[in-house]
Structures are given as structure tokens and as C-alpha cells.
């Protein structure tokens, strides 16, 4: 079982930065593919960026947004740049065992992003 909890969502100002960060408990992360999703009210849920495998990144996030894990923290981040308030959202981590398929195992309870214009 894992554990997964984010944070470092906040409000901040067009075309500012943030560093989300996702931890996890209970077991190494290292084996795992970890992703970041998101999703805006009244809106699918999407994913922004994968790592695990090959690195993934959304169309709309390229360029802007980096995916790093630090294995030793056992940590995820997810550095956003250059932010746009089409980037608010809610944003989750989520980690599977097979890097490139299958349903997400578990996933973090979420943490508010939200860009001012």
C-alpha cells in the first residue's frame, strides 16, 4: 500500500511559479510510475505529466511545467512555471506499478492551484 499526499498548490499571479511536491509512505517509490493530473470545475480530469519510463507531458504544459522524483526523499515534484490561469485547478498525484498502462492504484487527496490574471 502507498500513501500519497501533496503540496505547495496556492494562489499565486499569471505567469508566476510553483513547486508541487508528492510524497509518499509505505513503500519505495522508485518501482512506481508517478503522474500529476488535474482538474478544473466543471471539467475532466486530465493528466499534466508522467514520469516513470519515458517523461510525459501534456501539449498545454510542455515547455513550462518539469517533473523530477527524488527517490531518496521518496518524493515527486512538479515544477510549474510561466503559469496561466487556464492552470487552475485541482491538482492530484497518482502512482501505478506499470509505467506506460493500467489503472492508477493510488492517489493523493489534492491541492488547489489557483493563477490570478
Known amino acids: 500500500q502507498v500513501q500519497l499526499v501533496e503540496s505547495g498548490g496556492g494562489l499565486v499571479q499569471a505567469g508566476g511559479s510553483l513547486r508541487l511536491s508528492c510524497a509518499a509512505s509505505?513503500?519505495?517509490?522508485?518501482?512506481?510510475?508517478v503522474g500529476w493530473f488535474r482538474q478544473a470545475p466543471g471539467k475532466e480530469r486530465e493528466i499534466v505529466a508522467r514520469?516513470?519510463?519515458?517523461?510525459y507531458y501534456a501539449e498545454s504544459v510542455k515547455g513550462r511545467f518539469t517533473i523530477s522524483r527524488d527517490n531518496a526523499k521518496n518524493t515527486v515534484y512538479l515544477q510549474m512555471s510561466s503559469l496561466k490561469p487556464e492552470d487552475t485547478a485541482v491538482y492530484y498525484c497518482?502512482?501505478?506499478?506499470?509505467?506506460?498502462?493500467?489503472?492508477?492504484?493510488?492517489w493523493g487527496q489534492g491541492t488547489q492551484v489557483t493563477v490570478s490574471s
Open positions: 509505505g513503500r519505495t517509490f522508485s518501482g512506481y510510475a
Open positions: 497518482a502512482a501505478r506499478l506499470n509505467y506506460y498502462y493500467g489503472p492508477w492504484d493510488y
Open positions: 514520469t516513470g519510463g519515458n517523461t
